[in-house]
């Protein structure tokens, strides 16, 4: 069983155009900067998918290194789910409580990446801000909501490459926030002046009071 855990390059292949595919359909990218976002976790994925299903790189490095600790730390499908292992969970990989909590931070970035581009769409038709749900709490709740799937995944499956890109996509985001920000205030200039000062970029503040205005 060993040896059929991995190099499964159909099953890479799959899951990666499964998940991109399925991020676009609530992303619906349409500018150069939306296909940059996609281009970012589409990378991500494939790192992922290729150490799940290709070559698990990570457990050859952390087993020759840890394996007399973490005998669990094995190539097989299993042993990928480092977390379990480093922590001594011994039953289910599937239903430990970081594959669950993976889960629901892969749900909830979906939905927060739908909930986002629906609003933003609406807002475009009638040429304003997007202010409402999800923008009433952060100015980039799309960006948000990919860094929330990645980090499901890696709360599932981590790897050295997938662990390294993170905060390099987290910068990338940053970025692509930043260059959209100029363009979006020299569009709306003071309303989203108002709007900036008072809704945080990524991280929203505990009972600020742009909640009440979510519902408006």
């Known amino acids: 069983m060993a040896e059929a855990a991995y190099g499964l390059w159909p099953l890479v292949a799959l899951n990666t155009v499964l998940f991109v595919v399925f991020a676009m359909s609530f992303f619906q990218p349409r500018t150069k900067r939306d296909w940059r976002a996609m281009g970012a976790f589409a990378a991500f994925l494939v ?3 290729t150490e799940m299903y290709g070559i698990p790189l990570t457990i050859y490095l952390l087993g ?11 190539d097989t499908h299993a042993g990928g789910h480092l977390w379990n292992d480093l ?16 889960y629901l931070a ?7 990446i739908s909930a986002a581009w629906t609003r933003l ?21 799309q960006y948000d909501g990919f860094l929330l799937v ?15 890109m ?17 363009e ?17 970029a990524f991280l929203p503040r505990p009972h600020s009071s742009s909640v009440a205005r979510a519902g408006k």
């Open 47 to 49: 790192a992922l998918f």
């Open 64 to 74: 020759s290194w840890l394996g007399s600790r973490f005998p669990l730390l094995r």
């Open 87 to 102: 922590t001594g969970w011994t039953g289910d990989p599937h239903l430990s409580p970081f594959h669950l909590a993976s």
């Open 106 to 112: 892969i749900a909830g970035g979906f939905w927060l």
């Open 121 to 141: 769409h609406e807002a475009a038709k009638e040429n304003r801000l997007a202010t409402a749900g999800p923008y009433a709490r952060v100015r980039h709740p």
């Open 150 to 164: 990645m980090i499901g995944f890696l709360l599932q499956w981590p790897t050295i490459p997938t662990l390294i």
């Open 166 to 182: 993170f905060p390099v996509l987290v910068a990338v985001y940053a970025r692509l926030a930043r260059n959209e920000e100029r």
């Open 184 to 200: 979006v205030a020299q569009r709306f200039g003071e309303h989203w002046t108002t709007y900036a000062a008072r809704t945080p």
